[in-house]
């Protein structure tokens, strides 16, 4: 029976001192200084063009190739209004005995070119032959690259030891995009 007494009396004691505890007034003027910063990663573009698909079916070289992607991620709205910086690296491996130059071009709706990104590509000498960049998007720049609807990637091969059905070696880009937003 004490027991039951000792606990209604510490219960009663812990109740009375949490009333008469600490408080102070709640700010909640705060939320208006709350500022998000989310930073996205995500691979962007990939191709693999080996040696003979700049040979025809006749053994002639071609001279160039391209492709071209649709690229209407930031037609969204929303992310164009909390859009701050994108970073767009590269790299690119060339294990071909010819020398390249690749431009990575970003078009509007029009198929206007708003962007050139240019690319020298050394020929492929028997060591690692990787060439690395970031492109960064902000200002300006960033704008442009909002209005973007297509990327298109231009190869041309430069002079050089000619190609044929058997030659080896391809050129390689590997590419990635980091978007940096802010939500205030």
């Keep these: 029976m004490k027991k039951y007494y000792l606990y209604k ?30 930073v996205f990663e995500a691979n962007f573009s990939y191709f693999n ?3 003979t ?41 060339n294990t071909i005995n010819r020398a390249y130059v690749l ?13 050139t990104i240019n690319f020298n590509v050394p020929a492929y000498s028997g060591t690692t032959n990787t060439i690395t960049r970031t492109e960064i998007f902000e200002n300006m720049r960033l704008e442009l690259l909002k209005r973007a609807r297509k990327m298109r990637f231009l190869i041309a091969m430069e002079p050089g030891p000619t190609l044929n059905a058997n030659s080896t070696g391809s050129i390689v880009l590997r590419s990635s995009a980091t978007v940096y937003t802010e939500i205030q």
């Design 53 to 93: 698909a700049f040979v025809s079916s006749t053994g002639l070289e071609y001279q160039w190739a391209y492709d071209e992607q649709e690229f209407d991620v930031f037609r969204d709205k929303y992310l164009n209004s909390y859009l701050q910086k994108v970073d767009f690296y590269f790299e690119i491996n």
């Design 9 to 38: 009396i510490v219960c009663l004691l812990l109740l009375t001192g949490g009333s008469f505890s600490c408080t102070s007034d709640l700010n909640f003027d705060q939320v208006n200084d709350l500022k998000l910063t989310p």
């Design 49 to 51: 063009v080996p040696a």
């Design 103 to 115: 431009n990575v071009v970003l078009l509007d709706d029009n198929s206007n070119a708003l962007t």
